[in-house]
């Protein structure tokens, strides 16, 4: 799956953003996806993930509740709500051969080039 991200850019605390990633390749409706983040200084992290059917989502405790991840036929989207300093950092999306979801790198095979997301306070 060949995955290219877009939708970054700079809000303010409080804001909301809406991240895409559209996806090309015969695999992409058996493909589970996810979108991780790398902050400045730290190592890349899960965010959420959606499972290739789209009927189940997991999420890391640090957005549940404010991030949405959905996708639809050629893309997957991640929506930001209620953003935060802390959530500055690239975001990637990954996908993996497998219809259910993973939340490590490892479970994930293809990758997009990233988009930055910066938060002010």
């Not at 189940?56 to 893309?75: E, L, W």
Request: glycine share 12%; proline share 2%.
């Amino acid at each position: 799956v060949q995955l290219q991200a877009s939708g970054g850019g700079l809000v303010q605390a409080g804001g909301s953003l809406r991240l895409s990633c559209a996806a090309s390749g015969r695999s992409f409706s058996r493909s589970a996806m996810a979108w991780f983040r790398r902050a400045p200084g730290k190592e890349r992290e899960f965010v959420a993930a959606v499972s290739a059917s789209g009927g189940s989502q997991v999420y890391a405790d640090s957005v549940k509740g404010r991030f949405t991840i959905s996708r639809d036929n050629v893309k997957i989207f991640l929506q930001m709500t209620n953003l935060k300093p802390e959530d500055t950092a690239v975001y990637y999306c990954a996908a993996r051969d497998f219809p259910n979801t993973g939340n490590y790198e490892g479970a994930y095979g293809d990758w997009g080039q990233g988009t930055l997301v910066t938060v002010s306070s």
